[in-house]
């Protein structure tokens, strides 16, 4: 019998004043940016985040390499932001929307763009005077993502082996929101296993149980509670590490535009 039943559970806490960090992203902020001449700023390789060659495919190509506050150890892995220069004569005042996909070490610059997005910031024909500047200065929020097609998957990473050591990376998580806990259950059971953050999106359990797997998350962000679920397993019974699989969820941003006590600019 096919009913197998996969759930995600996801509940949005309360944030009840603008001292949280979740809640304070959303309004803007200030800081520098700086270009990557490479056409996708993964200057680690498949990056730390763990996008590899799937980061091209995500936000048309824009995307962004984080600095130590906007990666947060891996925990902004997948948030999204929108982007604006402060140059009016050199930049446009829309900006740009990128997705965090890896991590850059410099204290001086808060991202690091790619070509794409960093070219977005110029106004037409402007884009190669921006790049010739070291740093510029930039307003930017955190804004929820829009993966088109995407789902919130599970990347089965490689240390992981079967039966019981499983680690586990969280990919397309939804922009807006943070992963704060994980249990992992076989599907039909009520025995729910706690795992272990390692960093950012990444969890690890060497008590996974057989058989094919469910998970359930608690998800920070914003105002507003919601229960989302999904009826279908999440990882088969023979799971391979390197592997993606597709949890058939998507983490809606539900939280309230603002907070109180922000600063926020007029983003038209």
């Known amino acids: 019998m096919a009913a197998l039943i996969s759930v995600i559970v996801v509940t949005l806490l309360v944030a009840t004043t603008c001292g949280g960090a979740s809640a304070c992203e959303r309004c803007a902020r200030q800081g520098k ?3 990557s001449p490479s056409l996708s700023p993964l200057p680690h390789g498949d990056g730390v985040c763990g996008y590899g060659a799937m980061a091209a495919e995500i936000n048309g190509g824009f995307l962004a390499a984080g600095g130590p506050r906007q990666h947060r150890g891996g925990l902004g892995c997948g948030r999204c932001f929108q982007v604006r220069c402060r140059d009016a004569k050199l930049c446009s005042g829309e900006g740009v929307r990128v997705v965090l996909t890896d991590f ?3 204290n001086r610059t808060d991202f690091l763009l790619g070509g794409p997005a960093f070219a977005g910031l110029a106004k037409p024909g402007m884009a190669h005077e921006l790049k010739r500047l070291d740093a510029v200065s930039v ?3 955190r804004i929820p993502c829009d993966y088109k097609d995407k789902n919130l998957s599970i990347l089965v990473e490689e240390q992981s082996k079967l039966p019981s050591n499983l680690v586990v990376k969280f990919l397309y998580q939804g922009g807006q929101t943070d992963i ?3 249990d992992v259950a076989q599907v039909g059971s009520s025995d729910w296993r706690f795992m272990t953050r390692v960093y950012g999106p990444v969890w690890s359990t060497d008590r996974a149980p057989t058989g094919p ?4 998350a608690v998800v920070t962000g914003g105002y ?3 229960w989302v679920w999904a009826e279908q397993e999440v990882l088969p019974a023979d799971w391979q590490p390197g ?3 597709d949890t058939g969820i998507r983490i809606a941003d539900v939280a309230r535009e603002g ?3 922000c600063a926020k600019l007029d983003w038209k």
């Open 33 to 35: 940016a700086a270009y």
């Open 104 to 106: 850059h070490r410099s």
């Open 139 to 141: 307003e930017y929020r």
């Open 180 to 182: 704060v806990a994980v």
């Open 213 to 216: 797997l469910q998970f359930r």
């Open 224 to 226: 507003d509670g919601k």
């Open 243 to 245: 592997q993606v699989y």
């Open 259 to 261: 907070c109180q006590g």
